[in-house]
């Protein structure tokens, strides 16, 4: 889990992160922490939370939890008033609450296309727009994780693909409207990136996971820390002068168009 960056790039600030107790969201958090950024981890399963809490703490990092459902507004703006009231102006938003799961169009219910499009893209805009008010004006940074779902059709994601696609769009808007306070937001798409939940929930097999990789330019699936470099970078002092940016860091994945509905039929 070494960073390839080597100064304390996040010193002092304080991060927010959804999603921030398992998969990419949690090495996020262990790199931001790792850089001395206070981290407040987010997500509905409280025993993940408290076990990437500890494992930062016990590497010398500051971190806090706030076990709640993105989908619920109100949660989410009492959880942003008790980060700010315990640490001040948050500097750093992360969203990366997601779920997902393989189904065909019709063999997928309306509810669950909805709680797809809700944790991804609702959880998305209640977190930014219940931060607003919490936000270090100017100098704050919002990251949202995307998927190569917002640009290629994927078979058996319909729902992802429409998330996601919300989300880089929301983003962009984002972007606009409040640029001029200083606050930049941004985008990360991975590619398929091995150890995740939704990697195991796509390819459960050893023979999916190769077929998967077959699929990427670079013939292998991606890390969460290649992914946690990247978004440090983009939350950094160094990307100062980039927003509305979405980051692609899948391998060549999305140049080749590869679709990996192969693997989970």
């Known amino acids: 889990m070494q960073s390839i960056f080597r100064d304390r790039v996040l ?30 981890l987010v997500g509905r399963k409280k025993e993940r939370l408290e076990d990437a809490a500890a494992g930062i703490r016990a590497a ?24 700010h009231e315990r640490f001040g102006a948050i500097d750093i938003l992360l969203c ?10 019709t063999g997928m219910s ?23 008010a919490f936000l270090r004006k100017p100098g704050a940074a919002i990251l949202s994780i995307s998927a190569n779902h917002a640009q290629i059709p994927f078979a058996y994601q319909s729902h992802v693909c429409a998330a996601k696609a919300g989300v880089e769009l929301l983003t962009k ?7 001029p306070e200083g606050i930049r937001a941004n985008c990360i798409t991975p590619g398929p990136t091995d150890g995740t939940e939704g990697m195991s929930r796509l390819a459960p097999t050893e023979e999916a996971r190769r077929a998967c990789a077959r699929a990427v330019p670079l013939r292998r699936l991606g890390t969460k820390d290649e992914l946690a470099d990247l978004a440090l970078f983009l ?31």
């Open 110 to 132: 309306a509810n669950g296309f909805k709680a797809v499009i809700d944790i991804d893209l609702l959880g998305t805009f209640n977190t930014c727009r219940a931060a607003y």
């Open 60 to 83: 010398g990092g500051i971190a806090e939890i706030e076990p709640l459902d993105v989908r619920e507004y109100e949660a989410v703006e009492a959880a942003l008033q008790r980060t």
């Open 235 to 265: 939350c950094s002092e160094a990307a100062g002068y980039i927003t509305g940016a979405v980051y692609t860091c899948d391998g060549g994945t999305s140049l080749s168009r590869g679709d990996f509905s192969a693997a989970v039929r």
């Open 96 to 105: 990366g609450a997601a779920g997902n799961f393989p189904a065909p169009v």
């Open 173 to 179: 808007t984002l972007a606009i409207e409040w640029g």
């Open 11 to 40: 010193a002092d600030k304080v991060a927010f992160l959804t999603g921030g107790g398992s998969g990419i969201g949690r090495r996020i958090a262990e790199r931001f922490a790792g850089h001395g950024s206070k981290v407040v």
